[in-house]
T-cell receptor
């Protein structure tokens, strides 16, 4: 059962563009929403995370927007670079369990 | 250590063989998790330990899967009588606090032939 739905499945942007990845959830028990970046052959690495009492969080070029009433959140990558090409996963935590979205494969062309 | 270490990095098993996958978490991390990642998918929760206690094993797909962490540090995921559908990357993660700040290892890619 997919509790966190992520879109799009893949995304191609030019260098300097602002890719946006969207996620939606149903379980109101989720209380922590991290984003992970994964390169081929590596495990997911934590990028940025937000709690539901905050509507936006920015760390460097990465921004999370959170809409609690709509149960949606999104990742924006400012001034994207070819080195940002990776698979991005949204996730949500309830208690000890981390539930992942299906992933977005981002390609940033030079 | 500096990160979560998993071994082996790659494992090829013949169908029906038993396999054991090892995870060395970050020193001092009390929480340890196993996830299964199928090709092109997000990781799926398998099981969770707090110290040596296995507090949640509801994600284990069958009774062929077994995990242990006897001394509260190193953990082993064992799969008995492997099947082709077990082919996946098995990821281990650890954290100092429950629910936050997971650090993942690079995983073990299991291929069952």
């Amino acid at each position: 059962q997919q509790q966190v739905k992520q879109s799009p499945q893949s995304l191609i942007v030019q260098k300097g563009g602002i890719p946006i990845i969207n996620c939606a959830y149903e379980n109101t028990a989720f209380d922590y929403f991290p984003w992970y970046q994964q390169f081929p052959g590596k495990g997911p690495a934590l990028l940025i995370a937000i709690r539901p009492d905050v509507s936006e969080k920015k760390e460097g070029r990465f921004t999370i927007s959170f809409n609690k009433s709509a149960k949606q959140f999104s990742l924006h990558i400012m001034d994207s670079q070819p080195g940002d090409s990776a698979t991005y996963f949204c996730a949500a935590t309830s208690g000890s369990r981390l539930t992942f979205g299906e992933g977005t494969q981002l390609t940033v062309n030079p | 250590g500096a990160g979560v270490s998993q071994s082996p990095r790659y494992k090829v098993a013949k169908r029906g063989q038993d396999v054991a996958l090892r995870c060395d978490p970050i020193s001092g991390h009390v929480s340890l998790f196993w996830y299964q990642q199928a090709l092109g998918q997000g990781p799926e929760f398998l099981t969770y330990f707090q110290n040596e206690a296995q507090l949640d094993k509801s994600g284990l797909p069958s009774d062929r899967f077994f995990a242990e962490r006897p001394e509260g540090s190193v953990s082993t995921l064992k799969i008995q009588r492997t099947q082709q559908e077990d082919s996946a990357v098995y990821l281990c993660a650890s954290s100092a606090t429950v629910g936050y700040g997971y650090t993942f290892g690079s995983g073990t890619r299991l291929t069952v032939v």
